[in-house]
Nanobody
Framework: QGQLVESGGGLVQAGDSLRLSCADSVRTFSRYTMAWFRQAPGKEREFVAAITWNSVRTSLAASVKGRFIISRDNAQNTVYLQMNSLKPEDTAVYYC?????????????????????WGQGTQVTVSA
């Protein structure tokens, strides 16, 4: 399954920006859709963003459209989440995930059950 390691979380103020990174240990990283999910205290984990293997298509949750950008660098086996104009409601543990069951998929999935590999998560806290 490989190992996904997130980094870049922290404590920021509302309106600030953060960039999360997720490094994948699997050599075939470039074949798979990658995604970010988040889980706020007391809430279920929810979809944030996904990107296809070749970066042609991305998908973003309505709550982050216009503020977050997902990108990837296949040469570095890394996926990124650029988070701008952060709000207190963005506070959550952010998880990176890989959909290794559908290589070269033209459509980025947003279903948690499609993602079989997960990182340990990184905390993002946004103060008002």
């Amino acid at each position: 399954q490989g190992q996904l390691v997130e980094s870049g979380g922290g404590l920021v103020q509302a309106g600030d920006s953060l960039r999360l990174s997720c490094a994948d240990s699997v050599r075939t990283f470039s074949r798979y859709t990658m995604a970010w999910f988040r889980q706020a205290p007391g809430k279920e984990r929810e979809f944030v963003a996904a990107i296809t293997w070749n970066s042609v298509r991305t998908s973003l949750a309505a709550s982050v459209k216009g503020r977050f950008i997902i990108s990837r660098d296949n040469a570095q086996n890394t996926v990124y989440l650029q988070m701008n104009s952060l709000k207190p409601e963005d506070t959550a543990v952010y998880y990176c995930a890989a959909d290794r069951g559908s290589p070269y998929s033209p459509v980025p999935s947003a279903r948690q059950t499609d993602f079989g590999s997960w990182g340990q998560g990184t905390q993002v806290t946004v103060s008002a």
